[in-house]
């Protein structure tokens, strides 16, 4: 009795291992605390751990798996000090040690070491070392890390193969220091990828040939036959390819020599290459956000329900379909040296995966325009002051911490891209249908996306969004060309800077005119059908997935569009002053001056703020008299003494004063209307 009283505290003890909210589950799936225990101890039994504790959900496995490691690299913590005090019990007592110069042997040591080993590992393979890795502030110094690891991997092969450079650096001084230069400016994911495709080929030559390297050609082109006939697929031919010509490069093998470039070898693979597309599934491209999801998005950033990270996320979704960022480039975007300024949010992308040290474009700008909007909500100024409050912003080399577990402060630690995308998961989850205010979008009761959904979208949708809308839209290649691309990184004239400014500006503007006051391209039936298709299979009715995307309304043209918000009165915004109060001051200031200001063709809005007069013609636009802080009504432009024409106003008064003008070209003269922009309306900009 006694003996199972032991057992049953000892079990208890070993189950209090895990925290309280894991242990229930933990234990109608396992018997006992050691077999959970054990499982730990394998990748394998890991993830099947890790399943049972988030009930095989993707984003709470996702947010467990940080917990977990940690825990796993603690009972190996605990379980090396133990053992480590039961060896202390059995040592024979030492002789005394008498003080000596040991700094010069131990100097010496290294030098020796320096020169005899080829390559020595700095950096640990346990699940202890990873996780410190991942804490590391700088993401440069896991950049760094990452790349030695890869490259002691190539450097065992090329040793092993004894290519030429082998001989060249067996009489350096610091060999570790050599390997890490003859690989020259590549990075670690490409040292990564090319790792991975020459393994397979070398266990199969060990295998089937009983070589480390091939010493014929149909060594290589057997190899590619084999791998054809197991269904691989179609990249893989290229990929060993460019893994070779890596190592026949860094490895000095003469051009005669290589493999890589040899023509046979380079038609066998094309050949296969062709053959397995062929019979490959059709390439699924990243599908676009829906219109309603960048709306719901924005609305999101002013949500104040909604947690501090979580709507910092929204903004920076946002973010990446304005700038056509990766989710990738997203934490190389330098937080210190992102600006906002009455012409836009501009930041410095300090990496991507064709710029940063060693290209020709080492730093690229991103720009978003200051009235860019589709909801008519100043999301790009509230997520900005968001994303500066101490709780999130602090001195640090990426973009993004790593969030508190309640999501409501960062953590020094660095995110990484597959996190990021979980974040953003979760985002799209939270996210709610947007409906239609007075004057902007707001949120609706109803939760936009279902679950089933969110496998839909991929880290790339946001990176091809507004190229693709710009196309759709009529703008022309040369300026789409801007986007996405930062050509000007590449570029050291100011000039060619501020021309891409502008450019991307114009654009964002196009697009952001087009989706809300209406545009013949706009279609967004074959992306909603996709998604109902997508939905069908999945189990999701129609009125819970495509029928919650749907935000179009048909303007006088017939043309599709949102038809609210445009365009955005940002200064009027900012100041914090609901519809209702702007209201009463507009009642409070009628005495002396004329509100009805529908008896006039041109009226100016009058800013709270900085009293900022912005000339507008009746009907032109989609800002109304009775929207703004205060409006005054006008016969004739030059009496309206205008800080600055509205964009949209002036240009369809201009084109009607053109038309004019052709109709009637006989008459020179020129009303007190004559349509002409303000020489200071730049002080607007």
């Not at 329900?305 to 700038?323: G, K, Y």
């Not at 022309?476 to 691309?485: E, I, T, V, Y």
């Not at 940002?570 to 702007?582: F, K, M, R």
């Amino acid at each position: 009795m006694a003996t199972a009283s032991a057992e049953a505290g000892k079990g208890q003890a070993c189950w209090n291992v895990f925290p309280a909210e894991w242990t229930e589950r933990l234990r109608l799936k396992y018997p006992q605390p050691l077999v959970a225990l054990e499982l730990l101890e394998s990748p394998e039994g890991f993830e099947d751990v890790l399943g049972v504790i988030s009930g095989n959900d993707i984003l709470q496995a996702a947010l467990m798996r940080g917990r977990l490691q940690a825990l796993r690299n603690q009972l190996v913590v605990k379980r090396k000090i133990a053992q480590s005090q039961v060896n202390a019990g059995f040592k024979k007592p030492r002789l005394p040690v008498y003080p000596s110069d040991s700094s010069r042997a131990q100097e010496t040591f290294a030098v020796a070491a320096n020169a005899l080993v080829p390559f020595i590992r700095k950096h640990g393979k346990s699940g202890l070392g990873k996780s410190l890795l991942a804490v590391e502030e700088d993401p440069d110094i896991l950049e760094s890390r990452e790349r030695e690891r890869w490259v002691e991997v190539l450097s065992v092969y090329i040793i092993d193969a004894q290519l030429p450079v082998v001989a060249l650096i067996e009489g350096s001084e610091d060999r570790r220091q050599a390997w890490r230069r003859v690989f020259g400016a590549r990075r670690a994911k490409t040292l990564r990828n090319r790792a991975r495709s020459f393994k397979h080929f070398r266990m199969w030559l060990e295998t089937v040939r009983g070589l480390t390297w091939p010493s014929r050609v149909s060594d290589v082109t057997d190899y590619l036959e084999e791998r054809s006939k197991d269904g691989c697929g179609f990249s893989v031919p290229g990929d060993l390819l460019a893994a070779l010509s890596v190592l026949e490069s860094v490895g000095r093998v003469h051009m005669r020599d290589r493999f890589s470039s040899d023509e046979t070898v380079k038609a066998v693979a094309q050949s296969i290459t062709e053959e397995l597309q062929s019979r490959a599934a059709p390439r699924r491209p990243a599908k676009l956000y829906t219109t309603a999801m960048l709306l719901a998005l924005e609305i999101h950033v002013l949500d104040e329900d909604a947690s501090l990270f979580s709507r910092i996320i929204a903004w920076v979704i946002s973010l990446q379909h304005w700038t056509a960022m990766r989710a990738d480039d997203v934490q190389w975007l330098d937080p210190g040296r992102m600006t906002l300024t009455d012409s836009g949010l501009s930041g410095v992308l300090r990496r991507t995966k064709t710029t940063g040290p060693g290209r020709r474009a080492r730093e690229v700008p991103v720009y978003v325009g200051r009235e860019v909007s589709l909801s008519g909500n100043d999301w790009l100024q509230v997520g900005f002051a968001l994303f500066r409050q101490p709780e999130v912003f602090w001195e640090r080399m990426y973009f993004l911490p790593f969030p508190s577990a309640d999501w409501t402060y960062g953590v020094k630690k660095h995110m990484s891209p597959e996190m990021l995308n979980v974040c953003i998961k979760r985002v799209l989850a939270e996210l709610s249908v947007p409906q239609r205010g007075e004057h902007a979008w707001v949120k609706g009761s109803m939760s936009l996306l279902p679950q089933e959904l969110l496998p839909y979208w991929s880290g790339h949708s946001a990176r091809h969004w507004l190229p693709s809308w710009a196309a759709t839209l009529g703008v022309p290649k040369p300026d789409r060309d801007f986007l996405g691309r930062w050509q000007a990184g590449a570029h050291e004239s100011n000039e060619y800077i501020v021309t891409s400014r502008e450019v991307v500006h114009r654009v964002q503007m196009h697009v952001v005119e087009g989706a809300v006051v209406g545009h013949a391209g706009v279609d967004e039936r074959p992306l909603l059908n996709e998604l109902q298709e997508f939905a069908n299979a999945r189990g999701v009715s129609f009125a819970r997935g495509a029928a919650r995307h749907r935000v179009w309304r048909t303007n006088d043209s017939g043309h599709r569009g949102l038809l609210l918000g445009f365009p955005l009165d940002y200064e009027h915004i900012t100041e914090g002053l609901d519809v209702e109060a702007a209201l009463e001051v507009t009642v409070e200031d009628e005495d002396g001056l004329d509100r009805d200001v529908s008896s006039f063709p041109y009226w100016v809005s009058i800013s709270r703020r900085s009293q900022f007069r912005r000339l507008h013609a009746k009907d032109k636009c989609g800002i109304m008299p009775w929207s703004v802080f205060r409006a005054e009504g006008f016969r004739s432009v030059d009496s309206a003494n205008a800080d600055a024409w509205c964009k949209t106003c002036w240009k369809k008064v201009s084109c009607e004063e053109a038309a004019a003008s052709q109709e009637d070209s006989s008459s020179g003269s020129s009303s007190s209307t004559e349509v002409e922009e303000p020489e200071h309306a730049s002080q607007e900009e």
